[in-house]
């Protein structure tokens, strides 16, 4: 329960200077306890009055979490030489605040806040001092002011002081005029009490303001919770308009408001209107241009069938056709697609392209969507292989990411080789080819009935579909041996057929029907079975893998049971309470947002010591220590990436003993455990199956009904993706005809 508490701050235990989380105590009614969270700066001695929660903590006991902390003026001679003596303002120490209150007395405060020229008088004050005075008391005023507001409809401190940072004084200004501005600020901020707040403050229910939020806000979620790059005009008239209660024609008009100040743009996407966010727009298209001004056929290499039949003897290997011809299509076309499910090849393929590229003398780069996967790759084919990120040189300045190969600046080789491409998200194949030059060849790899992308776009897809690129699809499976079913069941799956289950195979079905049943099994399968029996350990080579993340058999409760038999509670062991997580050393634990700005120094391997920044969504870690007075935990990303993870950033953070299929994308486990129920059609479907079973080296357990696999391998009905890459192609493939 919300409650609020007048007191002294009476010690600041810890603060962190970039995001002001602070543990300190108060001092109330003769009593002292710990309070945390983002507050302003405070000082020893100021009084408080602090809205929040208390709950007790397993290890430090009972803790106020402060929701809203708001400055109270000091009254009495006393209280105001202390304030001012606490170092509140940078340069008053306790010799001037003695001469202040001995001068003004009880009138100090006014002073300060009315009339803070007069402090001139005092001999030690120079105008810079007035000016900190005055800024000190604004930012007080402003943020009582916002604060007064914001609490009314569960707005943090934390974005009053963000909003501050970014936008000063100004930013109430900005605010009264149009409260809607804050989610442009913060998307990521709930419609729904933004609304109520600008609703509250006078803003009619058909006010422009207030419909074209709405219209960028579902955008903006269409984008983050469904990868689409847009949506339809009628869809998204409709959606807003009902969200809204307001008639189609208000919509209408805001939406061409905002397609009058660009952002939106409307086109007709394969006969349908569309509505894009400006900038997913921009993005697609350059895509599909960009494509196109590398599109040719190279001639430079001779007798490639000689030097492919060198590798293959060289290698003890026999290409089949289909795979030939794959390889002859890289080493001679601008831009080329490999697509293949797993065993068909497609590794020993780059490695063929790498080895005749680079006795011709090219020089050759190769990277992957995710840091796992890029391990995966320079693994396998013996040569660095970097994320697209890394290899962009992305760098954080300000809070914006910056990549520092560009168009001006572009990858200086001749060959790219991307693997996981059906990984690769419309925002960064945008980056990667403003930096690749026109000459540069680039070979796209990947398995196009894996999951989309978790970012917007549906790049793999649209570029096979569009015929525009040429492309190569493997379909002969090489990966088998006698009792192996991985692979085989992969492929059947994929082909709508029903899975070989066999004993003593690598691929089991065990029937339960209940979803208790399923739950004990599974529990029982990673935390006794089969680390006996694959002399596994749980933590690292066993995953479990979830369709939903809700339910008794959804990735949260399972996470949740698994922990206390994987990583129970000790005394000793630390941890943290974070909203319905429990944090605690030893965990597995996944980022499941893509943070650019998080610093990393690697601790293992050729790179030791270098620093560098980003953590991206999906990445999974342990955690090494957790330093509550510090209010960060250690966290090694990716077996060699230690990262100094902020409190405040928790909310990106999950358990990951079990994890969404969606999110195990591009990773590889020996063995996987999936709970197969009925649940919302969308997560039962063939591709889901088919990407799980696929992230599996060496086990694949599945616990649950058949009549629910049955379904899922029945359902091909993918989740709906809506972007422009395909369309755009395809019109620009009909200019060049036409031109020609
Ligand atoms: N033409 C071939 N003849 C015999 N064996 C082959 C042939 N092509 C590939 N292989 C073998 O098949 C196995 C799987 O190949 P590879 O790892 O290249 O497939 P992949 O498509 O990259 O699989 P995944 O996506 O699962 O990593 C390897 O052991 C490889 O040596």
Avoid: W
């Avoid at 009053?160 to 005029?177: D, V």
């Avoid at 024609?249 to 009058?260: F, H, N, P």
């Avoid at 029996?533 to 399972?558: E, F, H, T, W």
């Avoid at 790179?607 to 955690?623: A, C, L, M, Q, Y």
């Amino acid at each position: 329960m919300l409650q609020d508490i007048k007191g002294m701050v009476s010690d600041i235990i810890y603060k962190n200077l970039e995001n002001n989380y602070t543990v300190f105590e108060v001092l109330c009614d003769e009593e002292v306890f710990t309070a945390v969270g983002i507050v302003p700066d405070i000082a020893i001695g100021e009084k408080v009055k602090i809205y929040g929660e208390f709950y007790v903590h397993p290890v430090y006991g009972q803790q106020l979490k402060v929701s809203y902390l708001e400055k109270l003026l000091p009254e009495t001679k006393d209280e105001i030489y202390m304030y001012l003596s606490s170092g509140v303002i940078k340069g008053i120490g306790k010799k001037t605040a003695k001469k202040i209150v001995d001068t003004f007395g009880d009138d100090t405060i006014r002073v300060l806040q009315q009339e803070p020229e007069r402090l001139l008088s005092i001999r030690g004050m120079t105008p810079e001092k007035v000016e900190r005075i005055k800024n000190m008391f604004a930012f007080q005023k402003f943020l009582k002011d916002i604060m007064t507001v914001f609490s009314q409809y569960g707005l943090s401190q934390n974005h009053a002081m963000r909003l501050f940072k970014l936008y000063g004084f100004s930013a109430l200004g900005l605010l009264n005029e149009n409260p809607y501005f804050l989610l442009d600020v913060f998307p990521e901020l709930d419609f729904k009490k933004v609304d109520r707040m600008a609703l509250d403050m006078g803003i009619g229910l058909e006010d422009a303001r207030r419909i074209q939020a709405k219209i960028i806000n579902i955008l903006n979620t269409g984008s983050s919770s469904e990868g689409h790059t847009c949506l339809p005009r009628e869809k998204l008239v409709l959606l807003v308009s009902k969200a809204l209660e307001i008639e189609k024609e208000k919509t209408e008009e805001a939406l061409l408001d905002l397609e009058r100040v660009k952002r939106v743009v409307i086109d007709t996407i394969d006969g349908v209107e569309m509505v894009f966010l400006f900038g997913f727009y921009e993005c697609e298209k350059f895509i599909a241009d960009r494509i196109f001004s590398m599109l040719r056929t190279y001639e430079d290499i001779a007798d490639i069938d000689e030097k492919i039949s060198e590798f293959e003897k060289r290698n003890n290997i026999a290409f089949s056709n289909n795979q030939r011809k794959a390889i002859k299509m890289a080493l001679t076309e601008g831009v080329s697609i490999i697509t293949g499910g797993p065993g068909t090849g497609k590794t020993t393929i780059i490695k063929c392209i790498i080895d005749i590229f680079e006795q011709e003398g090219k020089k050759v780069f190769l990277c992957a969507p995710t840091g796992r996967a890029a391990k995966r790759m320079q693994a396998a084919c013996q040569k660095e292989a970097k994320t697209i990120h890394r290899l962009l040189e992305m760098t954080v300045t300000d809070s914006q990411v910056v990549f520092q190969r560009g168009p001006g600046n572009p990858l200086r080789c001749d060959v790219i080789i991307v693997d996981e491409t059906s990984m690769v998200d419309s925002f960064i194949m945008n980056y990667l080819l403003a930096a690749t030059k026109d000459t540069t060849r680039l070979i796209l790899v990947g398995d196009k009935d894996q999951l989309p992308s978790v970012g917007a776009g549906n790049i793999l897809k649209d570029l096979i579909r569009s015929d525009v690129v040429p492309y190569v699809r493997l379909t002969e499976v090489y990966r088998q041996s006698e009792n192996s079913f991985i692979v085989l069941n992969a492929h059947r799956i994929n082909n709508g057929e029903f899975p070989h289950l066999q004993k003593d195979s690598d691929f089991y079905f065990i029937q339960k029907d209940s979803q208790q049943d399923i739950l004990k099994t599974v529990v029982e399968l990673v935390t006794k079975k089969l680390p006996s029996y694959l002399s596994a350990d749980p933590l690292r080579d066993i995953q479990v893998l979830c369709p939903s993340k809700k339910g008794i058999v959804g990735m949260y409760n399972i996470n949740r049971v698994l922990q206390q038999y994987l990583n129970p509670a000790g005394a000793s062991k630390k941890e943290f309470v974070y909203k319905e997580n429990t944090f605690r050393v030893g965990d597995r634990v996944m980022q499941v947002k893509n943070n650019y700005s998080l610093e990393y120094t690697v601790i293992e391997g050729d790179e030791k010591g270098r620093v560098s920044t980003g953590i991206f969504n999906g990445d999974i870690g342990v955690i090494k220590d957790i330093d509550r007075a510090e209010g960060v935990m250690e966290i090694v990303f990716d077996d060699d990436k230690l990262v100094f993870y902020d409190f405040s950033l928790l909310d990106d953070l999950e358990l990951s003993y079990a994890m969404t299929v969606h999110k195990s994308q591009g990773s590889e486990f020996r063995c996987i455990v999936m709970p197969v129920v009925e649940t919302y059609p969308i997560l039962m479907t063939r591709n889901l199956l088919y990407t799980a079973v696929t992230r599996a080296k060496e086990l694949v357990v599945l616990v649950g009904k058949k009549s629910a696999l049955q379904y899922m391998i029945a359902n091909q009905k993918e989740a709906m993706r809506y972007s422009a890459l395909y369309d755009f192609l395809r019109r620009k493939l009909k200019d060049t005809q036409l031109q020609a």
